[in-house]
């Protein structure tokens, strides 16, 4: 499973994707350390706290895993539509039995009335039952060997959902969700042939229930940029999105803007998707509203774009301080620097 880029190597991908892969005939240098029962897992805590600190977390394991992740997915959904054929693992199913659960909630909590339009106050209440259940909700989805990394990885599923307190969502909090996935490769969870499942079903029902948080709570987007930002809300959906379209025979940047283009095709692609619910979320011209995808759609190839998005990523949000001083950090991913 080869990556782009140069700071990317074999071990970052090896990392990312599960130390199972050694059952499936890799080779040695592909295994990864077993985490059995002398492995310590601990609840991830912040280590950026201030600006100098960025530099620690980029020469970090956890970047360095984290990158590969993405990047690895991004290579596995090239060309490849939401509906194609691909394996459902048991995890995966658990994955959207969690997720399922969490839409389930939102039903049961409606919004209450209130003066201010927006960050309704029983999104608080939605959350609250998360918090209390998170841990709980992980350990169904882990083998039952690896039960004792719950308490780890569940508070990245509780960051990823937002902020209780602000009633705001961001691309810090849908960073926290890839992180719970990348987690639960690293214990062995989640496989190598996962990676369509990954990103096709369980990242995908997790847009839906995010865009159904924003709308029932009316939730702000957490360090929004504007008119300038990619999107008020998610990013990487833009990046693994753009990769599917790559080699597209018909379907070119420029079509995304054609609300004809989107209704037709957004069943099969993740990009159409997010540009689908802008349009439903925003009024008035899109070049006005969404300034930074109207520029994207006069990018003349699909890799240009995922290249430019991967880059405007990594400038963006993960080398940005007031995101990253939220992240996390445990054993699984971890601030002390990466392997060379």
Not at 48 to 69: E, L, N, T
Not at 310 to 322: D, G, N, V
């Amino acid at each position: 499973m080869s990556l782009p880029g140069k700071h990317t190597t074999k071990k970052t991908v090896r990392l990312a994707m599960a130390e199972t892969e050694q059952q499936s005939g890799s080779t040695p240098e592909d295994e990864a350390p077993e985490e059995g029962a002398s492995f310590t897992f601990m609840v991830p805590k912040k280590e950026i706290s201030m600006v100098p600190d960025m530099g620690k977390w980029k020469r970090s394991q956890a970047y360095a895993d984290y990158i590969g992740f993405i990047l690895t997915l991004n290579e596995g959904v090239k060309g490849k539509k939401l509906t194609c054929e691909y394996k459902v693992s048991e995890t995966v199913e658990k994955l959207m039995d969690l997720l399922g659960t969490l839409d389930r909630w939102i039903n049961e909590t409606p919004p209450v009335d209130q003066p201010s339009r927006f960050g309704n106050k029983a999104y608080r209440t939605w959350f609250a039952k998360l918090d209390q259940e998170a841990e709980a909700l992980v350990s169904v989805v882990l083998p039952a060997d690896k039960r004792a990394a719950a308490p780890e990885i569940a508070v990245y599923l509780k960051e990823s959902v937002g902020n209780s307190t602000r009633i705001d969502y961001g691309t810090g909090h849908e960073a926290a969700f890839a992180a719970f996935l990348c987690c639960l490769c690293k214990v062995g969870a989640l496989r190598v042939d996962d990676q369509l499942a990954i990103v096709f079903k369980v990242f995908n029902r997790y847009l839906e229930v995010m865009r159904k948080l924003q709308k029932t709570y009316r939730m702000e987007p957490a360090g929004s940029q504007g008119v300038w930002g990619l999107d008020d809300f998610q990013f990487l959906p833009f990046i693994w999105g753009s990769s599917q379209f790559i080699d597209h025979p018909t379907l070119e940047p420029r079509h995304f803007v054609d609300e004809r283009v989107v209704n037709e095709h957004h069943q099969d692609y993740m990009f159409l998707e997010c540009i689908k619910f802008i349009n439903e979320m925003k009024t008035g011209p899109f070049a006005e509203h969404s300034n930074q995808l109207w520029n994207i759609s006069a990018v003349p190839s699909w890799s240009k774009v995922n290249q430019g998005l991967i880059r405007m990523y990594k400038a963006e949000c993960l080398e940005k301080f007031p995101v990253i001083q939220h992240f996390k950090f445990g054993s699984l991913l971890s601030i002390q620097p990466a392997k060379p």
